[in-house]
């Protein structure tokens, strides 16, 4: 199995930019996919990007694209949100989630393995 640990959350205003880290360890010689989602208080878990470890085309929900963008290092075996031009509204939680396998999912359900979170406050 993989563990997933994520750092890079904290506060920033209006505007700002953050990037989360999102570092695997375990089982990571085998081919995995990576999702980013967020829970906001009161709102079901949201999928924002997903990235395959061998493959260049991540995918991205529409309220994120354009803002956000999904990279990896294979190499510190770590998957990156960059998350730019941040508002109110992205205050929340931020999970990655891993599961086996090269096929790209929106689905939580998907996702067999999750990180503890990280939290995102942008202020007005």
């Known amino acids: 199995q993989v563990q997933l640990v994520e750092s890079g959350g904290g506060s920033v205003q209006t505007g700002g930019s953050l990037r989360l880290s999102c570092a695997a360890s375990?089982?990571?010689?085998?081919?995995?996919?990576v999702g980013w989602f967020r829970q906001a208080p009161g709102k079901e878990q949201e999928f924002l990007a997903a990235?395959?470890?061998?493959?260049?085309?991540?995918d991205y929900a529409d309220s994120v694209k354009g803002r956000f963008t999904i990279s990896r290092d294979n190499a510190k075996n770590t998957v990156y949100l960059q998350m730019n031009s941040l508002e109110p509204e992205d205050t929340a939680i931020y999970y990655c989630?891993?599961?086996?396998?090269?096929?790209?999912?929106?689905?939580?359900?998907?996702?067999?393995?999750w990180g503890q979170g990280t939290r995102v406050t942008v202020s007005s």
């Open positions: 989630a891993a599961r086996y396998g090269v096929v790209l999912h929106q689905s939580r359900y998907e996702y067999n393995y």
């Open positions: 375990g089982r990571t010689n085998s081919a995995y996919v």
């Open positions: 990235i395959n470890w061998s493959g260049p085309n991540p």
